[in-house]
């Protein structure tokens, strides 16, 4: 396999210091409709615009300068707001700026708030509608001095100014309203700029976003962490269901990320940009002979990503229990065939286990990187996953032979996987990541010598380059594809601590042991996400919230926008570090999945909600079935009976789960617990 594809051309040392993703402090606040693009950077790193705006379409991934917005010369220079007051244009400070997405607020709105000289200044930027590609940025002027003045207000996009006078007479506050419009010019996507009005309090977006899903627990973290993370996945999305791997990183794509993320947008109520992906990903990323593309494009069997098969099998069945949307999947079932029907070809199958075998490995270290032919264990847990979901499709729709297969060779990767006297991907107990197909353990990785990879990365350093242990061995635990209080999940969460803070302070795991880190060294968020759900599942309650105080701490936690990683890396070459889309995902997953704990099944609803430590109370109304689930937890108090009451019933509580039927249709499904 080609090392190259890891490799891209933007280097930021190149052109205005814009251009940088990882800019000192910064957050980037992303909105968007499917139809535009745009992301607010607040920054205070010098040389860099203080308060901008990256415009894009989202049909077009790109490198951050790639934004429409940005110009070669000055980067987004021309999107920050100047007050031009006496032939002196005052700007915002970088380190003066307050920047938050506006609670309360009917829809996704980012405020941010500075001062120049006598004035002050908020902006507010939001999405009106959500079938018009504009954005708007309302700005609002106040002189709290008394006495009268005039100045001008002034802003662009590359190539174009426009500007507009205020007068004060006396106290007051002026409100002025920007719209920005993507059109096709010439062939290719633009931005304009002019003049708007104010759609006021209830714009046309207001109307969608009451729609979707509503999760409050009681504290500000968490809340904020739930709502950014259900705006920003929206805006991920362009109407067509693209979806970029690392927003301005990767410009490529993956059915992995892309299933994912259309089971969180189905969860936070987006079900309808859910579909949109899912339909594509079965029409345009499964091939006639069932393999899926990653980073855009189709492996030789060795290097295939089968796992993704799994995923995406699993995401679909996940989609129709939250949405009873049976045509996606009739309409779609050939491909569907054709998905669970690929990892089971024979030159995967490793013949004295029945396991599945390749060259490459969960995070795409392959060949080059040392990773011989063998069985990888996120492989086998995923595609045992998505053959159990296929067979439940299979009987949903009338095949019963299907069924069977899928059902039967789900079991058996499962018991071999976990069972398998010499095969097993156990070892003293926890997870281990790999086994060579000779049964031994794959415990290090040794780069081909011929290898291309830069020599600064961990896994050219002197010494050995471990394997063990890797973050995705919490997966299982967080899927409960085994018992998470069992002495398998509490072994393989032990070991799990070696990951957190390797080569660095602050916090954060590492995806897997730095020393076969083909890059640089330091924290992944979604990767430190697998294992905050694995621990919440298993009651290790103070590593889940020691990874969202992390989170709540690093670059980007105001906007809850959070790079790939966090550390220093070869660039070039390299491409820069851009912002994972599926760490919103893996929110989504902990807070409705696991501490709401709502898992829709064909005809009743499952429910497991469990507060997190020193939480007193949640609540969430989520959109379920054509209807709406309201649930409301909150802890007993000394001397009070736990239990629930469902509508008027009641029902004893029960610590694994309560049980509620599903009707064919309803309007509201209310739950109100008091738990332990």
């Not at 796992?307 to 989609?319: H, M, P």
């Not at 996953?385 to 297969?405: F, Y």
């Not at 997190?612 to 949640?618: D, N, Q």
């Not at 609540?619 to 309201?630: F, I, K, N, Q, V």
């Amino acid at each position: 396999m080609e090392v190259q594809e890891h490799f891209y051309s933007d280097d930021p040392a190149r052109g205005p210091a814009d251009g940088k993703t990882t800019l000192r402090g910064v957050d980037y606040f992303f909105l968007g409709n499917g139809l535009i693009q745009a992301a607010v950077q607040v920054t205070p790193d010098e040389g860099a615009t203080p308060v901008g705006l990256l415009v894009m379409d989202p049909e077009r991934l790109g490198p951050k300068r790639a934004a429409l917005t940005f110009d070669g010369d000055t980067g987004i220079a021309a999107t920050a707001l100047a007050l031009v007051d006496r032939g002196t244009g005052r700007r915002a400070r970088g380190g003066s700026v307050r920047a938050r997405w506006l609670p309360g607020a009917a829809d996704p709105r980012v405020e941010v708030a500075w001062r120049s000289g006598a004035y002050r200044v908020t902006e507010l930027f939001f999405c009106p509608d959500m079938r018009s590609a504009r954005l708007l940025r309302r700005v609002t002027v106040t002189r709290p001095a008394a006495g009268g003045s005039k100045v001008r207000l002034r802003t662009g996009v590359r190539g174009h100014v426009i500007e507009t006078d205020l007068v004060f007479r006396g106290r007051a506050a002026k409100p002025v309203v920007f719209e920005y419009r993507l059109s096709k010019r010439g062939g290719g996507p633009a931005v304009g700029i002019r003049l708007g009005t104010d759609p006021g309090s209830e714009p046309g977006s207001a109307a969608h976003w009451k729609t979707t899903a509503v999760c409050r627990f009681s504290d500000p973290l968490l809340d904020r962490f739930f709502a950014a993370s259900k705006f920003q996945l929206r805006a991920a999305v362009s109407a067509s269901g693209r979806i970029d791997g690392s927003i301005w990183q990767y410009n490529l794509e993956w059915v992995r990320d892309q299933a994912l993320i259309a089971l969180a947008l189905t969860m936070a109520g987006e079900a309808g940009p859910a579909r949109t992906i899912l339909a594509r990903l079965l029409s345009e990323f499964v091939s006639d002979e069932g393999a899926t593309l990653d980073s855009s494009r189709l492996r030789p069997w060795e290097e295939s990503e089968f796992d993704q098969n799994g995923v995406l099998l699993f995401a679909l069945e996940s989609y129709f229990h939250w949405t009873g949307d049976r045509e996606l999947i009739r309409d779609n079932w050939k491909k569907i065939e054709k998905a669970a029907a690929f990892p089971l070809r024979r030159e995967f199958r490793h013949g004295p286990s029945g396991l599945l075998v390749n060259r490459r490995e969960f995070w795409e270290r392959h060949e080059a990187h040392g990773v011989r032919m063998g069985m990888e264990l996120a492989h086998q847990l995923f595609v045992a996953m998505g053959l159990r979901s296929a067979g439940r499709l299979a009987s949903l729709l009338g095949k019963p032979e299907q069924a069977r297969v899928w059902t039967e060779a789900a079991g058996s990767l499962r018991e071999a996987m976990l069972g398998d006297e010499r095969y097993s991907l156990v070892g003293s107990g926890a997870f281990i990541k790999r086994r060579g197909v000779d049964g031994n353990v794959q415990d290090e990785i040794v780069p081909l010598a011929g290898s291309s990879l830069p020599r600064q990365a961990p896994l050219f350093e002197p010494g050995r380059h471990l394997l063990n242990p890797d973050t995705s061995a919490a997966l299982p635990i967080a899927w409960e594809f085994i018992d998470p209080a069992g002495g398998l999940a509490r072994r393989t969460l032990a070991s799990m601590e070696t990951l957190w803070n390797q080569r660095w302070m602050g916090g954060g795991y590492g995806r897997y042991h730095v020393t076969s880190e083909p890059d640089s060294p330091g924290p992944w968020p979604f990767a430190s996400l697998f294992v905050a759900r694995a621990a919440f599942e298993a009651g290790e309650d103070a590593k889940t919230r020691r990874v969202l105080d992390w989170l709540g701490r690093v670059p980007g936690s105001r906007a809850a926008s959070w790079f790939e990683f966090y550390g220093p890396r070869p660039v070039p070459p390299y491409p820069q570090v851009g912002i994972i889309p599926w760490t919103w995902a893996e929110l989504v997953f902990l807070f409705i999945h696991h501490m709401l704990g709502v898992r829709p099944g064909e005809k009743t609803l499952s429910l497991r909600p469990r507060l997190l430590e020193g939480f007193e109370r949640m609540e969430a109304d989520l959109p379920l079935r054509g209807g709406r689930l309201e649930l409301s937890v909150r802890r007993a108090r000394r001397g009070e009976e736990p239990g629930y009451k469902v509508g008027s019933r009641k029902v004893p509580y029960h610590r694994y789960r309560i049980g509620v039927e599903l009707p064919e249709k309803f309007d509201r499904i209310s739950v109100r617990g008091i738990i332990p």
